[in-house]
């Protein structure tokens, strides 16, 4: 069975740091990765999603990804964070199977202060 | 498109009620996911269809829970009876899943349930 782990409950940074938010998954085959954001008492949006070729993946807002397959990673970059981007955010992963049954990490709290 | 349409947006009933959650999906969108998410257990995969057809209802919590999708454009979650501790946010997602390698899941809005 898939499962995905995130590395930090909750991370406080000042306006301009640098971000990384890691995210492991577990999973034998082929997956589909992605990262989704929640902004407060909204629902979840798409940031970045991985399904193949480049391992480095660029999503909105300046966010990026890298895809290390031997790690079984798939980190959540931004060199310079903004307090809109306080939010909750999700790694989650789906196997690359006739059913795309996606499961979701617990989620990393990110507050921004200004 | 209008995205995934959930009603209600919000929902307070009594301890001992029917609750019926409703999604729309996105059109063209062939696999329907139910969430639950709450701050002890954070995101959890209730229950996936595909092509109208249950793959997965491992998640369902108990046998109060039930979930349909009588059609392409429709399903619904019910709860009965509810109890306090189904207080929650569900969320529906859909997907151009069953068979398509390279998916995506679209959220909607989400239901906050508050049983008291």
């Known amino acids: 069975a898939q499962s995905v782990s995130q590395h930090n409950h909750h991370v406080i940074l000042s306006e301009a740091a640098s971000l990384e938010l890691g995210c492991n998954y577990s999973?034998?085959?082929?997956?589909?990765l992605f990262w989704y954001v929640q902004y407060p008492g909204q629902h979840l949006q798409l940031l970045l999603k991985?399904?193949?070729?480049?391992?480095l993946v660029k999503g909105i807002k300046g966010f990026e990804a890298e895809f290390i397959k031997s790690k079984f990673s798939f980190n959540l970059r931004k060199p310079s964070v903004q307090w809109s981007d306080t939010a909750e955010y999700f790694c989650?992963?789906?196997?690359?199977?006739?059913?795309?049954?996606?499961?979701f990490g617990p989620g990393t709290s990110l507050s921004v202060i200004p | 498109d209008a995205g995934v349409i959930q009603s209600p947006r919000h929902e307070v009933t009594e301890m001992g009620q029917e609750v019926t959650l409703r999604c729309k999906p996105i059109?063209?969108?062939?696999?329907l996911f139910w969430y639950r998410q709450t701050m002890m257990r954070g995101l959890e995969l209730l229950i996936y269809?595909?092509?109208?057809?249950?793959?997965?209802d491992s998640g369902m919590p108990e046998d109060r829970f039930s979930a349909k999708m009588p059609n392409a454009s429709f399903s619904t979650l019910k709860i009965q009876p509810s109890e306090p501790r189904d207080s929650a946010v569900y969320f529906c997602?859909?997907?151009?899943?069953?068979?398509?390698?390279?998916?995506?899941?679209?959220f909607g809005q989400g239901t906050r349930l508050t049983v008291v």
């Open positions: 997602a859909s997907s151009t899943g069953g068979g398509t390698l390279n998916t995506e899941a679209f």
């Open positions: 999973y034998g085959g082929t997956v589909n």
């Open positions: 991985y399904f193949s070729g480049d391992p």
């Open positions: 989650a992963v789906n196997a690359k199977t006739s059913y795309d049954k996606v499961i």
């Open positions: 059109s063209g969108h062939n696999s």
């Open positions: 269809f595909n092509n109208n057809v249950p793959i997965d």
